[in-house]
Nanobody, 119 residues
Framework: QVQLVESGGDLVQPGGSLRLSCAPS????????MGWYRQAPGKERELVAT???????NYVDSVKGRFTISRDNAKNTVYLQMNSLKPEDTAVYYC?????????????WGQGTQVTVSS
């Protein structure tokens, strides 16, 4: 079964930057939307950013102006550039992809990558 594989999570000081990457372990056709979610300890998973195949983006208010989502459609890869990181950005970050199959929409998830912002 194809999964998404994230990388780039790390421990970083407040004000620092990280770049997350996500790519599928195999072939996925007709991916329409890719995105990043995060889940902090004791909190529900929340949407961070999404990007459609045509390039339109959407961000949660708390990361606007600091995070940038981008994608390489040829590689089905999505990136999240995170700048000016804050301790409240600490969470496990999950990659998500929504694709159209013959049976309808199919959603894929990654296993998550830990981002810790601390001095």
């Amino acid at each position: 079964q194809v999964q998404l594989v994230e990388s780039g999570g790390d421990l970083v000081q407040p004000g620092g930057s990280l770049r997350l990457s996500c790519a599928p372990s195999g072939s996925i056709f007709s991916i329409k939307i890719m995105g990043w979610y995060r889940q902090a300890p004791g909190k529900e998973r929340e949407l961070v950013a999404t990007i459609a195949s045509a390039g339109s983006t959407n961000y949660v208010d708390s990361v606007k102006g600091r995070f940038t989502i981008s994608r390489d459609n040829a590689k089905n890869t999505v990136y999240l550039q995170m700048n000016s990181l804050k301790p409240e950005d600490t969470a496990v970050y999950y990659c998500n992809a929504a694709a159209v199959a013959a049976t309808g929409w199919v959603t894929y998830w990654g296993q998550g990558t830990q981002v810790t912002v601390s001095s």
